[in-house]
């Protein structure tokens, strides 16, 4: 039985959006937001070519200080898309967001890379990097669901101690969700892949243990220290918001 996975070309890509043309029409004739979707797969498509160059170069390079300004990028990135659907304290907000996503996320990434995986140097890029964009992704997710559900309910007059446990509790539901459904409802990419690649299934599971253990850790972690570490400016923006109601 032959393990290798076939050298896809770009013939073979442009197959793959078939599926992707049709779905397109239909969402032209239920006169939904055509052109939003379209957009949506450009810059997919964009991105993902660009980052196939930009990860062939990272990966041959040796050096710890290029792999760490990367990581603070990416964590700076993932702070500012967080972010995004609070504009007007996306500023203040930002900070509190870097340091939960560098102390949850970082912490859960040396704990895995380190304990669980012995990575060895640290800053291996083909390991570090793909493994640091899960963690830093979920951490962003949680990151917003958290800051949105909080000033929902600074909006609705909820009290500060109820809005952070609502708002942990809203951050929390993607990742248990997952957790549920892993193996029953869906095998996910990371194990997926290694099956596609020829690994034994067994040795597959165990990996993907391991990312769902530092997926919900980071997501929890790093809602967790935003929640704490912004208290202090929420209520002050509580006040601020109390003063101009009538």
Request: glycine residues 6%; contains cysteine.
């Amino acid at each position: 039985m032959n393990n290798t996975l076939p050298v896809i070309s770009l013939t073979d890509l442009s197959i793959a959006f078939i599926p992707v043309i049709i779905s397109l029409g239909f969402l032209y004739l239920w006169s939904l937001n055509v052109k939003q979707a379209g957009y949506a797969l450009s810059r997919m498509l964009i991105q993902l070519l660009l980052i196939g160059y930009v990860l062939s170069y990272i990966f041959y390079s040796d050096n710890v200080w290029l792999i760490s300004c990367i990581l603070l990028a990416m964590i700076a990135m993932s702070c500012w898309i967080a972010l995004r659907t609070l504009p007007q304290y996306r500023l203040v907000l930002f900070k509190y967001g870097f340091i939960a996503t560098l102390g949850g996320g970082g912490f859960t990434l040396l704990v895995i890379s380190q304990g669980a995986m012995s990575v060895t140097p640290w800053y291996q890029p083909q390991v570090i990097i793909p493994l640091a964009g899960m963690i830093f992704a979920t951490a962003m997710n949680s990151i917003s669901l958290s800051a949105e559900r909080i000033f929902a309910e600074i909006n609705n007059k909820t009290p500060y101690p109820l809005a952070r446990k609502m708002a942990l509790n809203a951050a929390t539901i993607p990742v248990i969700n997952s957790l549920f459904a892993v193996g029953l409802v869906s095998l996910p990419g990371m194990m997926t892949g290694q099956i596609l690649s020829g690994v034994s299934p067994l040795i597959a599971a165990r990996y993907q243990v391991i990312v769902m253990c530092m997926i919900f850790a980071s997501s929890i972690l790093s809602a967790v220290l935003f929640l704490l570490l912004s208290g202090t400016e929420m209520k002050k923006i509580i006040a601020e918001h109390d003063q101009t109601q009538p």
